[in-house]
């Protein structure tokens, strides 16, 4: 298994939209969270970071973090053709410090 | 600042030739990685530095070494390059402000034949 799983892709939605991208970890030692937005052909950039249960909101941005069940969500509201890119999740474990173990990405489509 | 940079961008090399990957970073950052990109792959880490002095193994270092030349640079070394290796290669550096940020440099393309 491996250890942050998500889904490839694509996922497709209408301008406008809510964007729901899905990351699931196999560590339940694991205490730090990330998303990275990775446009074709350039480096990943971090949009979002969550370290504990619940929501995290920056602007059109939302992580949602349950430890319980090891998962974490991104949410992209009233998405734009410009949130066209693939989502990295990222995970960070306890005795791993720094290293980040990061999941394969979803590739999001934003159709106009 | 021009942050996290990589020479080359593109390279092609052929199979058994060497060659060294240049990042250098001036945000003062002690931590520094070398990941590389597949296509499904997503990222995997090659070899990194906590601080300037050390080196450690990643997910991936077989092939490879480092050296972390100075606090600002870090390089990766392939000694006799494969088709397997043929990959995007990114470095990246870590400041701890709350956030554990990495921060990306642009990559560099590596085609072996």
């Known amino acids: 298994q491996k250890e942050v799983e998500q889904n490839s892709g694509p996922l497709s939605v209408p301008e406008g939209a809510i964007a729901s991208l899905n990351c699931t970890y196999s560590?339940?030692?694991?205490?730090?969270f990330f998303w990275y937005r990775q446009y074709s052909g350039k480096s990943p950039e971090l949009i979002m970071s969550i370290y504990s249960n619940g929501d995290k909101e920056d602007g059109r941005f939302t992580a949602q973090l349950n430890k319980a069940s090891q998962y974490v969500s991104l949410l992209i509201r009233d998405s734009q053709p410009s949130d066209s890119a693939t989502y990295l999740c990222?995970?960070?474990?306890?005795?791993?410090?720094?290293?980040?173990?990061f999941g394969q990405g979803t590739t999001l489509q934003v159709k106009p | 600042n021009a942050g996290v940079t990589q020479t080359p961008k593109f390279q092609v090399l052929k199979t058994g030739q060497s060659m060294t990957l240049q990042c250098a970073q001036d945000m003062n950052h002690n931590s520094m990685y070398w990941y590389r990109q597949d296509p499904g792959m997503g990222l995997r880490l090659i070899y990194y530095s906590a601080s300037e002095g050390t080196t450690d193994k990643g997910e991936v270092p077989n092939g490879y070494n480092v050296s972390r030349l100075n606090k600002r640079e870090f390089s990766l070394r392939l000694e006799s390059a494969a088709p397997s290796q043929t990959s995007v290669y990114f470095c990246a550096s870590k400041v701890v402000t709350g956030q554990e940020t990495q921060y990306f440099g642009p990559g560099t393309r590596l085609l072996v034949l």
């Open positions: 560590d339940r030692v694991s205490q730090s």
């Open positions: 990222a995970v960070i474990t306890l005795g791993n410090t720094g290293k980040l173990i």
